[in-house]
């Protein structure tokens, strides 16, 4: 009788080890949180660049030197230096200079092609209020993917001890804040396009906003073959936009622009033009989804 009671005691213990909520520590708290979303932001990182972006670029349009009219000078005292030079320090010379050509403009940090690169990979259409650490749309993807692949056992069991239903909710919330944002954005945009007005200012700022990262920086002739084909390009009078002549700096100005007023506009469209019970449901949805789905194991 003792071997028999040992067994059922041990397929208990096994049984409530399978069933037991995954033990994920969550060190960072909702303040903490809030502050990560806010400083690892485009719209912060990018701010302090603004102000001489759209000084380089209204220089630019108005025809202004902007310290690149230097440049040829400098190409001709080092020619000047390269025929002084003997024969394998020129060899050496004209590899270094294959080797800068090779090297894209848009990888330096601090040139404006580098930084709008940059911020159209950050905003992403999985990720286009560009918030959170995620720098690439891979990261961004992947973290869809697995939001999408997690266990759904609606809750934890209750305990005696301590709350694994606030826990779950919790860890969830710090882990998936960003998703949990963009599917209320676009639950935002669905309500203001068929509720509100087909004019709302948010689901056209998310418009201009991508076709500010899409529209390509030389002319804009350059995306005639990636139409489609019920669109006839032919038809379309691609010279009188002069996309060409725009600065890639004011480019930069007006796609964080945009973005900056597409988060104004989804924190008005979600706390302010919503009612109370709509406030409510979007929160129970959210907490809901949270408690419903079981997080991965630490």
């Known amino acids: 009788m003792g071997k028999q009671s040992d067994r059922r005691e041990a397929k208990k213990a096994t049984k409530a080890a399978e069933n037991e909520e995954p033990v994920v520590q969550t060190n960072v708290g909702f303040q903490e949180l809030g502050q990560t979303l806010v400083m690892a932001s485009v719209l912060v990182q990018s701010a302090p660049l603004l102000p001489s ?56 940090e601090k040139d404006a092609c580098g930084t709008f690169s940059k911020i159209c990979s950050r905003l992403h259409f999985a990720n286009p209020l560009g918030v959170g650490k995620v720098t690439t749309p891979e990261e961004a993807i992947k973290v869809w993917k697995e939001i999408k692949g997690l266990e759904i056992d609606f809750g934890p069991k209750a305990k005696r001890k301590g709350s694994p239903g606030t826990d779950r909710i919790v860890s969830n919330l710090c882990t998936y804040a960003v998703q949990y944002l963009h599917v209320l954005l676009g639950l935002m945009i669905l ?20 076709l500010s990262m899409i529209l390509p920086l030389g002319k804009l ?67 809901y989804h949270a408690y419903a789905v079981r997080p991965i194991d630490a």
């Not at 010279?239 to 622009?257: F, I, Q, S």
């Open 53 to 108: 972006l759209l000084k380089d670029g209204i220089a630019l349009v108005k025809g202004e030197a902007v310290e690149k009219a230097e440049k040829p000078k400098e190409k001709e005292e080092d020619k000047e230096n390269k025929d002084e030079q003997p024969a394998g320090d020129k060899a050496d010379g004209e590899k270094e200079e294959k080797q800068a050509e090779v090297v894209p403009d848009f990888i330096l």
């Open 191 to 210: 309500r203001s396009f068929l509720f509100r007005s087909f004019f709302a200012c948010l689901p056209w700022i998310v418009i201009y906003q991508f």
């Open 221 to 287: 002739a350059e995306i005639a073959d990636s139409l489609p084909a019920f669109i006839p390009a032919e038809k379309i009078p691609f010279d009188k936009v002069p996309l060409e002549k725009v600065p890639v700096e004011l480019r930069v100005v007006a796609t964080v622009g945009f973005n900056g007023l597409l988060h104004i506009f989804f924190l008005y469209e979600l706390l302010w033009k919503t009612y109370f019970i709509e406030k409510l449901l979007l929160g129970g949805l959210v907490a």
